[in-house]
């Protein structure tokens, strides 16, 4: 019933005119959203003329519109996102940002497979190691960093750089982050369409004062989609690392994942795969591994595809609880899990400087559309 809706106001929205006037308000490709809650339906539109005398009548005409071609009684919001269309192709730059020396993904195929909870213990790992760390939380379906970085409700500030005013990311642990969170409530993202959480990613990237970093960590959704296009296409990343369980369902979808970023058109080398939840011990039978999801599945991929594993974490109750308060698990001290983490931040520095001495800077990827590329 919503997708009808929907459909007609959009027919509607192509189709209508000023009174007297050739040309048409909106083009399809600038209607960014149409969201449908009930009777509420919340358009969101891209207009290139900022007056508000345009903005009223383009809203006054459209609900008019609407109101008089569909049958129904609908409380129509309006949202006009005022963008030059030329410059808004340049959101998507190719170039380095300055100052970031690494960019990694971190990517997986399914949900709930540990994708950041891996981010923020590399992340801080890392960053005890002396490295500049930042993280991008851009996890549309399932944001969660600012929860492990212990960030939940504080809000980014900004800063005066250069004249311009830019984010400042949080920081907590020494590692700086930003999240998809700040820019909309969370119980709300998993409504966002594609343009606008790109559009998030964008300004995350690039009107953020992140300082020098040595690793941007980008924590991003599961699967393969619009997100993980314009990142790749908006930055040089140098490479990604894909999360899994060695469930054979959760491996066919991080194969799936590796594949995007392999495809000849995106290149973006594999630093590593990370096995986690590889078996479970209870801690009155230490001598006794549970392989609950299967036994090395991820590594047996990682040897088919010729890939590095990183590692294989062990499923612990305390990383779980210690992600819950806010305090990544490698700040443990001297415990099993500490230590898996640890060994995943070596090999994984390790993985990245043969990567940087052996391959070419990863250049950013020239499409314009993102066709086989799909959630
Ligand atoms: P994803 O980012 O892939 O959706 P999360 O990192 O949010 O996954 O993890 C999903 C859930 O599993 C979270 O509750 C997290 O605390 C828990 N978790 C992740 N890795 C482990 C682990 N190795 N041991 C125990 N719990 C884990």
Redesign the pocket.
Known sequence: MSKNIEKNIREILNATNFEGEEKKLVLSSNIQNIQIFGNDVIIDLNINNPTLQFKDKVKELYIRTISNNINLELNIEINLNVVELKKEKNIIRGDSIEGIKNIIAVA?G???????????NLAVGLANLGYKVGVVDA?I??P?MHIMFDLHGVKPTSIKSNNKIRIKPLENYNVKVLSIASFVESNRAIVWRGPMASKALNQMLWDAEWGDLDYMIV?LP?GTGDIHLSLVQSIPVTGAII?STPQDIALADASKGINMFQMENIKVPIIGLVE??SYFVPKELPNNKYFIFGKDGVKNLADKMAITLLEQ????????EA??AGRPAILQVDTE?SNSFISLCENFIKSIKERNINLAQTSKVDITHNKGCSS
């Open positions: 997986s399914k949900g709930g497979v540990g994708k950041s909870t891996i981010s923020a996890d379906y399932g969660s924590d599961p999360v986690n939840m974490i062990p499923l612990v109750q305390s990383v779980r992600s819950d899990i």
